[in-house]
């Protein structure tokens, strides 16, 4: 007998919901349709409904969870009120994916996944570079052990999103909507990306940075304070042994070489060989591995392998779709196989818990200037 589609709704309906969400649940429009959206704004939520065909406009996001017809949420509001609507979304017994960060206190993020724990659905963060094809190949590499022993891990994340300082005010310059800036944003991100290649983090250190403490006001009316640092750069010591550092800053000129604003990098060396993955380059690594090459310090591109180009079963083609977009595209793919019990490759609530107890203990050691143990 074929299984009824999975009925799923939005709540949000800004430019992460259009850009990457609608579309990945589209291509999986065999197996989901939906069913509606809710959105703080009213006419918002009805010009995106009307874009994308989708059939019931909720004024509000409780109406939405209350809506009996939807089975399952995607939840992409801003990050402050991601913890409150997660919560409610948990206690409707509604599958869930949730953009990030978790919340934006560990606390919060923990007491979600406790109640997802007892509630016995699909709770699914999205950390969308999981699924760059890159990175998957590199986590395989590292699980074959081709490194040896990893010593040490680097990441950069680097834009002009805010360089320009009449760029106006938004919601993730306000620490109250956001949490701890770059480091909540883009750095829940990288965080995520180290526990999944070399596991969980023991200790952080570091240092962050607010360049523009003033930003026009949106809405007129002269220029507003901002508190949500544009910068941080902490190192760790993971619990493998291996240390490592981790750049993070959306202020800074000069890096991608794509025409894309965003340049995210990872290297990994070990006692038998190292790589380099680049967001820019999301089909190939760059590999050093065994004596043959170490010793010599020579250096290959490596193509990503054919059945890691997209997330099992997704249906799209990769070598069609926006090289840059497209593995976005992948992360509703995994979510409803997870809820069909097809899967169990993808972030869960826990791993969206321990990138908040990361942000955490770094927001506490950039403040009181010292090591802090996780």
């Known amino acids: 007998m074929r299984r009824a589609k999975i009925r799923v709704g939005i709540i949000g309906a800004g430019r992460i919901a259009g850009l990457v969400h609608l579309p990945s649940l589209k291509l999986c429009s065999e197996i989901c349709e939906v069913v509606a959206v809710a959105s703080r704004r009213e006419e918002r939520a009805r010009a995106f409904a009307g874009e994308w065909g989708i059939p019931r406009v909720h004024n509000d996001w409780q109406g939405l969870?209350?809506?009996p017809e939807v089975e399952a949420v995607v939840i992409c509001p801003p990050s402050g009120l991601t913890a409150t609507v997660a919560r409610a979304a948990v206690a409707a017994k509604k599958h869930i994916l949730c953009e990030k960060p978790l919340g934006l206190q560990y606390a919060e993020a923990r007491e979600l996944e406790l109640a997802a724990e007892r509630g016995g659905m699909v709770c699914m963060v999205a950390f969308t570079f999981r699924f760059v094809p890159a990175l998957r190949y590199l986590k395989r590499l590292v699980g074959e052990g081709h490194f040896g022993e990893i010593r040490h891990w680097r990441l950069s994340h680097l834009t002009d999103l805010m360089l320009d300082p009449a760029t106006p005010m938004v919601w993730r310059n306000d620490r109250k909507r956001a949490g701890a800036g770059v480091l909540a944003d883009m750095g829940s991100h990288g965080i995520d990306s180290a526990r999944y290649l070399l596991g969980d983090i023991a200790a952080v250190s570091g240092a962050n940075r607010l360049y523009v403490r003033e930003r026009p006001d949106p809405a007129g009316g002269g220029r507003v304070p901002v508190d949500a640092e544009d910068a941080c750069v902490f190192a760790a010591e993971f619990v493998n042994g291996a240390i490592g550092?981790?750049?993070?800053?959306?202020?800074?000129?000069?890096?991608g070489g794509s025409g894309r604003a965003n340049y995210q990098s990872v290297e990994i060396h070990g006692s038998g060989g190292a790589a380099i993955y680049e967001l820019i380059h999301p089909?190939?690594?760059?590999?050093?591995?065994?004596?043959?090459?170490?010793?010599?310090?020579?250096?290959?591109?490596?193509?990503?392998p054919f059945d890691l180009a997209k997330y099992p079963g997704s249906p799209r083609n990769p070598r069609m779709d926006d090289p840059f977009l497209g593995y976005k595209w992948d992360q509703e793919v995994a979510f409803l196989g997870a809820i069909r019990g097809e899967t169990q490759d993808y972030p869960t609530f826990h791993d969206g818990?321990?990138?908040?107890?990361?942000?955490?203990?770094?927001?506490?050691?950039?403040?009181?200037?010292?090591?802090?143990?996780?």
């Not at 550092?245 to 890096?255: E, H, M, P, Q, W």
């Not at 089909?283 to 990503?304: D, K």
């Open 353 to 374: 818990a321990e990138a908040q107890k990361v942000v955490d203990g770094v927001e506490t050691a950039v403040r009181e200037r010292r090591w802090v143990s996780l």
């Open 65 to 67: 969870l209350a809506d």
């Open 245 to 255: 550092t981790f750049d993070l800053n959306r202020a800074v000129a000069g890096r």
């Open 283 to 304: 089909f190939e690594l760059q590999i050093s591995l065994g004596p043959a090459m170490t010793r010599t310090q020579q250096w290959a591109r490596a193509e990503v």
